[in-house]
């Protein structure tokens, strides 16, 4: 991990108004994302794993402007992002790309790639053949033919068209990527292919990025560190090697068994049982005791903030308990063990 | 009162124990466009026992939703059946009339599907649907088909059924609609369930608890079960036997733990090994070079041969048939890893 500090997040929330309710038309809260602070920093890979709804892409666009934070605020490369001083904000933004899921709808299908990836770059200083040189660049270092300049996006397969879009967001050579779910949308065999690309862009050019996905073993790929999301909250962050190896929070443990292990046991896969609640005016209590196999008393009605427990592994749990072995590990040992 | 959940056992054990519920042969189902027609499943044979899960893996387009369609007969023009065969515990489906189809459909086997926010008609409450398709095919009142109802929403897990019974389908959650769509699936306790992707729009933690009830029914009904999921940690998780597609055909057939422990197809080899798990640290996922290739401009040889690293010459110029391989397994490669005793 680097020691200089790219990007912090200090108390970021988003709440949207979804509605009134009684005489009064008190507003109705959608909690999208509570309190999240972070720091990120130079060359550091942050992954974010959550299921649907826990805020995950809300927080992305909240830390690139797209969305204005409720509370909060967001500080890049030394310049506050929510800065009255728009030009600054909008300079500095031009280093903080994204990656999105659907290379399908991420790219307006009027125009040509060339011109989607030129898009990106700063005009200035360059001239019509540079620029043509520079796109040529741009696709070969993802991995393309620069003839593929001329075709439309509807021309080129999902692979193809998701190292466009990577393409586009290292043109204007950014600082920080934020790659929201880049390989959900793809076929297994091309995932590795585009994870691979990634991970080599991200080593040579020392990129920061906070990589958010669903899947678990994606995000261990990836990360150095992890934080696990759960309805808008951080409930639990450290190395990714500590938390895959020694979960704390429940949530991240159930998270853990719920992923297919082929190869175990039939039916000794733990589950979750009931329902996620509705982040809906959300009660001020722990948002996951209603799933939760070690709640307390406590934990319906009061919430727990992130804390710090072990080196930088911090959880938000009144009653955690770190898995010695997990089920992982247990398998693992069983296979070496045959 | 008329609550009895396996009205087609009897029929099930009329049978002989060896003969499996399903068996496909020799499959083609095409598209046609003008003069060209294109294979989209090529040649597909497979056999699923009672109470067995059978896993069918394949990346988009490899046409395992395809293939579940023709077996169920939902196909349209310009896309249809154009050779082989289908037999429900013994009987031909391919050519049967639709009447007889539809009556078949439900009660004998039946589809869950990937979305269940679009398989539910958003009009009707979610028990207005459940008893119609129980009166669909089974004579009996009203209070009959609804008590069934009920108690089928029980069996899946839904909290309060009465209570649910009566709601709409917006007013459910992904993983409850889900279960409702496996309610309405299981009703009439068919032999066999063709589960389309059942669990892919869900959460994993939904995935794990929706795979487990499908598991615990499946065991409890003595059903086959057809799980297509492009996820093949999802299959080898929970199925007995997995059946992998490529380009429209069948490659490898193969028992779960052995397919994973032992590939023998080059391209299930490829799956296995791009599959990113959470025990691994490595710094490079291995991956096939290439891309599935387009249906409508396949050549003479084997489908994978242009991504084969095992690749011989004679690959490229004729397409190796589905063989057996040892007893329990089928192979679709003139090179395969391995070696089979």
Redesign the interface.
């Known amino acids: 991990m680097t020691g200089e500090t790219l990007l912090a997040v200090e108390g970021l929330s988003k709440h949207f108004v979804v509605g009134h309710t009684g005489a009064l038309r008190t507003p109705r809260r959608l909690s999208a994302v509570q309190d999240v602070s972070f720091s990120l920093g130079r060359g550091e890979v942050l992954g974010v794993v959550g ?2 709804g826990s805020g995950k892409s809300t927080l992305a666009r909240l830390i690139a402007q797209l969305v204005k934070p409720s509370a909060g605020r967001v500080v890049f490369d030394g310049i506050d992002l929510s800065d009255v001083d728009r030009r600054h904000a909008q300079v500095a933004l031009r280093r903080l790309q994204f990656v999105f899921q659907d290379p399908h709808s991420s790219l307006d299908p009027r125009m040509r790639v060339g011109a989607i990836v030129a898009e990106g770059m700063h005009h200035g200083g360059l001239s019509r053949a540079g620029r043509v040189e520079r796109v040529a660049e741009l696709l070969e270092l993802v991995g393309l033919q620069p003839r593929i300049a001329r075709n439309y996006p509807h021309e080129l ?1 999902g ?1 193809e068209r998701q190292r466009v879009g990577i393409a586009r967001a290292l043109a204007s050579d950014p600082l920080l990527l934020i790659a929201d779910e880049p390989v959900s949308a793809l ?7 585009v ?2 690309l990634l ?1 080599e862009l991200q080593e040579t050019r020392q990129l920061s990025m906070i990589f958010i996905t ?5 995000a ?2 990836m990360a150095d560190r992890l934080a696990v999301m759960h309805l808008g909250r951080f409930v639990e962050v450290g190395a990714a ?1 500590e938390v ?1 190896l020694s979960p704390a929070h429940p949530y991240t443990q ?11 046991q ?2 000794t ?1 733990p ?3 009931g ?1 996620a609640p509705s982040p809906i005016d959300p009660p001020v209590a722990c948002r996951f005791a209603g799933r939760c196999p070690r709640r307390l008393d406590r934990c319906g009605h009061e919430e727990p903030l992130l804390e710090r427990f072990a080196g930088g592994h911090e959880v938000a749990c009144f009653n955690f308990e770190v898995e010695s072995e997990t089920e ?1 590990e247990k398998w ?1 040992h069983s296979l070496l063990g045959s | 009162m008329m609550t009895d959940l396996a009205p087609s056992a009897p029929a099930l054990t009329q049978q002989p124990p060896d003969q499996p519920v399903l068996a496909v042969s020799g499959l083609i189902t095409t598209l046609k466009a003008g003069r060209r027609s294109v294979r989209l499943v090529d040649d597909v044979s497979f056999s699923l026992r009672a109470g067995e899960i059978l896993g069918l893996v394949g ?2 387009g490899s046409g395992k939703s395809l293939l579940l369609l023709s077996v169920l007969g939902l196909l349209s023009p310009p896309v249809a059946i154009e050779a082989g065969s289908v037999r429900l515990k013994g009987r031909e489906l391919v050519g049967l009339a639709e009447r007889e189809l539809r009556s078949l459909r439900g009660a004998e086997i039946s589809m869950v599907f990937q979305e269940p926010l679009t398989s539910l008609d958003p009009a009707f409450t979610v028990g207005h649907q459940l008893a119609e398709a129980v009166r669909a095919h089974r004579d009996c009142s009203n209070n009959e088909a609804r008590e069934l109802s009920v108690m089928m929403l029980e069996r899946v897990g839904i909290g309060s059924p009465a209570a649910r019974y009566k709601a709409y389908p917006h007013e459910l ?1 992904g ?2 609609r889900q279960r409702v769509m496996i309610a309405m699936a299981l009703l009439l306790s068919p032999s066999v369930l063709l589960a389309d992707e059942p669990v892919t729009a869900l ?7 929706i795979l ?1 009830l499908v ?1 615990g029914l499946q065991a409890e009904m003595r059903m086959g079960v057809v799980l297509v999921s ?5 299959v ?3 199925a007995d036997r997995v059946a992998v597609m490529y380009a429209g055909q069948i490659v490898e057939v193969a028992p ?2 052995e397919l ?1 422990a032992a590939p023998r197809h080059p391209y299930t080899r ?2 296995l090994a ?15 070079p290439g ?2 290739p387009s249906l409508a401009d396949i050549g003479a040889g084997c489908r994978f041969a242009p991504r084969c690293p095992r690749a011989l010459e004679r690959c490229s110029l004729e397409p190796p048939e589905l063989e057996p391989d040892g007893a329990e397994r089928t192979l679709r490669c003139f090179n395969p890893l391995g070696q089979q005793t």
Do not use: C, W
């Not at chain 1, 076929?187 to 292919?193: E, L, M, V």
């Open positions: 299921e649907s397969s692979g076929d297994a065999s091309i995932q590795g292919q994870l691979n991970s669903h899947e678990l073993p994606v261990r790929f090697d895959f159930a998270l853990m068994a719920a992923n297919p292990t082929y190869g175990r039939r039916g896969r589950t979750l049982r329902e992982l693992a | 990346e988009s959650s993983g409850m959460d994993v933690t939904t995935q794990a608890q487990d598991l492009h996820d093949l940690g999802v080898l998780d929970i779960a733990l994973a490829g799956l791009s599959k990113l798990s959470l025990l691994d640290t490595t710094s490079k996922v291995e991956v096939m891309h599935i």
